[in-house]
């Protein structure tokens, strides 16, 4: 097996959507051409190489086998992305589902193994049936991509859905008994008003899902919505109007009784999403599927993002890696203020003091103290968190520390 023992999250990529959406950046491909069977096929069969440790260059073997001895991997929670995960046939995604299970454990789900396990869904591609299935397969976590409750700004965006068909997608979730649902939302979005995203906020909060995502728009270079802003073809807001509704997601899901977990992620209590929860904790991941991205003791790697060349590797028994990045203990310590202050726990410095030495943490101390004198972080001595203000204006933290 790849390692151990140490807990990882389990990501598996579907790089397939019904169409590109208009902002979107992602590792992702219209399905139309592919032979999603025989991706999902090389997917498992990846899976299976984890399994017996197959594939690794010997310097990644090597490196892993010293950091971990000869337990086993041990996947805590797995999550399947995209693109869009269910515009497969559901036998397809079955299979994926089920290898899943197989590298994680099964039964894992009631002995503390997988307890969490999320697929992501466009709504116009989840039906009844499918979500069945997949509540049936062992999936207990469903993440839909709403973005907009008004079928205007879902046409900007170019998604494949409408208002309605979320609707009728959330209902075939509950129905199948799925009792963790995330909601994703985008605000910031061209000719968006505030009283248009304040709409949104309470129509989501209203159906009372267990987690609900709040993404600002991001204008990505070389998208099509991109290209309409800057061109003025559609207005772009204002940075005063985005800080805004920042806040008013905070204000108005508070009421409803989430918390502020990160900078853009609220839950019910105890609704948290694990998977991403240790992302955000610099933990260890493994990830499976064209473009995925790992993190292991040691290194950073990820595989090619070519479907055509992804399926070629694996076939032939070979990891599908376009690169591996070795980490250093500074690397790590800079990746865990980095990715901890997104959370509302920010990161406990003694902690990571008695993990990497309290010399690398304490190159941070003069930063940190710049930081709080500004408001921007709140620093007791052994933990720092952003304030609200800080985690509007994260993007210059994150700068000040690196």
Not at 242 to 251: L, V
């Amino acid at each position: 097996m790849i390692g151990g023992p140490f807990s990882c999250g389990l990501y598996i990529h579907i790089p397939f959507c019904l169409r590109k959406c208009s902002y979107c950046d992602f590792v992702s491909y219209p399905v139309a051409p592919f032979d999603t069977a025989r991706y999902c096929a090389a997917v498992v069969k990846e899976i299976e190489m984890a399994l017996e440790g197959d594939g690794w260059p010997e310097e990644v073997a090597s490196c892993l086998a010293g950091a971990s001895g000869s337990g086993a991997l041990t996947p805590r929670t797995a999550y399947i992305g995209g693109g869009t995960p269910t515009v497969l046939p559901i036998s397809e995604l079955e299979a994926v589902v089920t290898a899943a299970i197989d590298l994680c454990g099964r039964g894992a789900a009631g002995s503390g193994g997988i307890f969490e396990f999320t697929v992501e869904a466009n709504p116009c591609t989840l039906s009844s049936y499918k979500a069945c299935k997949l509540r049936d397969a062992g999936v207990n976590r469903i993440s839909l991509g709403l973005q907009s409750t008004s079928d205007q700004y879902l046409t900007i965006l170019g998604r494949a859905h409408s208002y309605s068909e979320f609707l009728a997608a959330y209902r075939s979730a509950v129905s199948a008994g799925f009792s963790n649902i995330s909601v994703d939302l985008i605000y910031g979005l061209p000719g968006q008003t505030r009283e248009d995203w304040r709409r949104d906020l309470q129509r989501t909060a209203d159906l009372a899902p267990q987690h609900i995502s709040c993404y600002a728009l991001t204008l990505a270079d070389g998208t099509a919505l991109a290209r309409s802003v800057h061109s003025g073809q559609l207005p772009q807001i204002s940075d005063d109007l985005a800080a805004d509704m920042y806040f008013d997601a905070a204000s108005i899901l508070s009421e409803a009784g989430y918390s502020h977990y990160e900078i853009s992620n609220y839950a019910k209590p105890g609704m948290e999403c694990r998977h991403n929860q240790n992302y955000w904790e610099n933990g260890y991941y493994f990830g499976i599927g064209a473009a995925a991205h790992s993190h292991l003791p040691g290194m950073r790697c990820e595989n090619v993002p070519d479907v055509a060349q992804y399926i070629e590797c694996v076939e032939q028994g070979r990891r599908p890696l376009a690169n591996v990045e070795w980490l250093t203990p500074e690397r790590e310590v800079s990746d865990a203020f980095i990715l901890g202050l997104r959370t509302s726990r920010g990161v406990d410095t003694s902690a990571l003091a008695k993990t990497y030495g309290a010399g690398l943490v304490g190159e941070y101390a003069e930063r940190l103290e710049k930081l709080r004198e500004t408001g921007l972080v709140e620093f007791d001595g052994q933990r720092v968190r952003l304030t609200e203000g800080g985690m509007i204006l994260s993007n210059r933290v994150m700068m000040e520390l690196l």
